[in-house]
């Protein structure tokens, strides 16, 4: 399914759950889930065709086109950051055949083995940008790490030109950011999604550090 990650899993961030009395790996935060609405419809893997995707190991780069129709062709490249651990950026280049108004959501879910999920959503107003800031915290199964995630979009208009972003809470292991655009025909639209995963084992304040990166 286009801009949909199945797990995400941090290195270092071990519990005692499932089978055994072995510490597995944890599920984290998807905090990189997306969906896409066309004219009101919201794309599926049997909307998209020539579907390809290209892994760039040298660029630590994962890109993924598609069409939609004769309206749209798609594509997005997850990165992973080198510089910047824990942290992840997904680009998404939207290029219009026809006229056409969109809907993006970048999705934060949490995994039904974690428990006391809380979820958070703040914008910051500076000067030269403002920030929607999606963040989620949660305990492991043994309650002995506290994982944390956030997200943002980033524009490339100039500041106060942006879209205007909605926040959605659809229960307590679900909430959503979204904004909508109108396209031309030939117009293409590129807007990115930067989120960072960490837990206590990596530092002693989680979520403000996760809200930091």
């Not at 270092?12 to 997306?34: E, H, I, P």
């Not at 086109?65 to 062709?73: P, S």
Request: charged content about 20%; glycine content about 4%; hydrophobic content about 35%.
């Amino acid at each position: 399914v286009p801009f949909q990650v199945k797990n995400v899993v941090l290195a270092g961030a071990y519990d005692q759950y499932g089978r055994g009395r072995v510490s597995n790996f944890l599920n984290s935060f998807n905090l990189l889930n997306m969906y896409l609405e066309i004219g009101g419809h919201r794309l599926n893997a049997q909307d998209a065709t020539n579907f390809r995707q290209q892994l760039d190991m040298q660029r630590a780069s994962l890109t993924t086109t598609f069409d939609y129709r004769d309206q749209a062709t798609i594509s997005y490249t997850y990165y992973a950051l080198r510089h910047l651990p824990y942290t992840v950026l997904m680009d998404v280049s939207i290029t219009a055949k026809k006229d056409l108004d969109l809907t993006a959501a970048s999705v934060m879910e949490a995994p039904d083995a974690l428990r006391d999920v809380q979820n958070y959503y703040n914008e910051i107003d500076r000067p030269h940008v403002t920030l929607s800031l999606l963040t989620s915290s949660a305990k492991s199964p043994t309650g002995k790490l506290l994982m944390c995630a956030s997200n943002s979009f980033l524009f490339s208009e100039p500041h106060g030109q942006e879209p205007r972003i909605i926040h959605e809470m659809w229960d307590n292991s679900m909430h959503l950011m979204k904004f909508s655009k109108t396209l031309r025909a030939g117009q293409t639209y590129a807007y990115a999604v930067a989120g960072s995963s960490i837990t206590s084992a990596h530092h002693p304040d989680p979520l403000n550090e996760a809200e930091r990166l």
